[in-house]
């Protein structure tokens, strides 16, 4: 691949400049510029708005450490992803300057990772997932995609402030929910209105003070980037409003935990192939080799989609985590959930849900993986197991594996096994960064091996 040229600079450099007046006319400071690391958080360089047209052309310096930093910050060593030499430079993306009304005086980009040299860094995970939807493309297929999360709203405790204290203990989808917090609720939605996401739906879940989002639909990348803007505006709007916000898979070890769903379908000439075909609830063939593709990987695919030692707190039957290798038809406990809209929408709405997926991925890791898994099974022409109806876990064991329908790994380090020996995702991935992740997970194993299931879900609740 080229590096950058000279007139790429140039060109960008032109338009940051005119971005940057744009956002000082509206007292804007400074750009926050983001990039999600292995274990899934959003880290930061910012430039004040005069340095942004050089950082639009050159980049913003940013160690490649960062690819095997762990959730505590900790730094994996005698890796080659570590180490203090180097350095990598930050593209924001000047498609996706965003103004943060969250954040009164900031704007939002998300970067691209390359080399001194324009180089794209290997392990650039927006890079990477940039690559896959131009592969996906290139046969002739799109893909709509959207990510709903979940979190809770606690009211830190000044004499405990990392202890999750529910901000609210109105009932599951109550309306009193909604009540005691409308203005905390109306200033999330103003704040997203806001900064350009289109939301479709907010409520109240089930775990204590838990609430959900759910965005439009759009093209990979873009679902990625919404996923971190989403994710730091509500943030912001709740310290605002003195409140902290879990978006870690546990809130407490116990709970029903924070999902981060991914809805997927696949678009050919402007039809979408998930339904009005003649394969199950219409789907068409490539509709159905998407989704057969994704639930034949999902093993190694949790080591991207449920990335936390956490999360396998979180992952397991009777929670509607989606803990069995499934798919039905408006399956909450199945991992893949088949949602058909309603009659009348069907073309429009009809998609595919991961379940098993939490809210600590890196999104565009997490997208990468299941773009890579559909592809594989649209190409291969896989096909669907029958669906699963009702609650697998409620099948006798004997049953459930004479209908091949398994557990999905129950630990962490069950889904990096799978994850490392996946060669769709390792050709796909490519050695190096499959290497990258694993270690980064195998480093957070570590750091857990003598933890209680408490200790786990304190050191990961408020890191995401
Ligand atoms: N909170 C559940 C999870 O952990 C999901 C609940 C639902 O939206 O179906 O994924
Ligand atoms: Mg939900």
Known sequence: M????????????????????????????AVAVTWIDTSGIARVKAV??????????????????????????????????GGPTGDLRLYPDLDRVTPLAALPGWAWAPADRYTQSGMPHPRDARLLLRRLVDEFGADGASLRTAIEFEWNVARPDPLDPDRFHPATTAPAYGMARLSELAGYLRDVLTMLRDSGVAVEQIHPEYELSQFELSVAASDPVSTADTAVLVREVVRATGTAHGLRTVFGPMATADAVGNGGHVHMSVWHRGVNQMSGGS???????????????????????????CPSVASYLRLRPGRWAGAYRCWGLENREAALRYISGSEGEHARAANVEVKAFDAAANPYLA??????????????EATLPDPVAGDPDHLDPQTRSARGIDPLPG?????????????????AFGAELVDTIASVRRGEIALFADATAEQITAASRWRY
């Open 367 to 380: 997208l990468a993986g299941l773009i890579a898994a559909g592809r594989s099974g649209v190409r291969s």
């Open 48 to 81: 004040p708005v005069q340095r942004f047209s050089h950082a639009a052309a050159w980049g913003v310096g940013a160690s490649p450490v960062f690819d095997a930093f762990l959730l505590d910050d900790s730094i994996l060593t005698g890796h080659f992803a």
């Open 2 to 29: 080229e590096g950058l040229t000279a007139k790429e600079r140039h060109d960008r450099a032109i338009r940051a400049g005119a971005l940057s007046a744009d956002l000082s006319a509206r007292d804007i400071i």
């Open 411 to 427: 630990t962490l380090a069950a889904a990096v096994a799978a994850f490392e020996s996946d060669d769709v995702l390792a050709a």
């Open 279 to 305: 394969g199950p609830f219409g789907m068409s063939a490539a509709g159905e080799g998407f989704a057969a593709g994704i639930l034949q990987h999902l093993p190694g695919l949790l080591a991207l989609g």
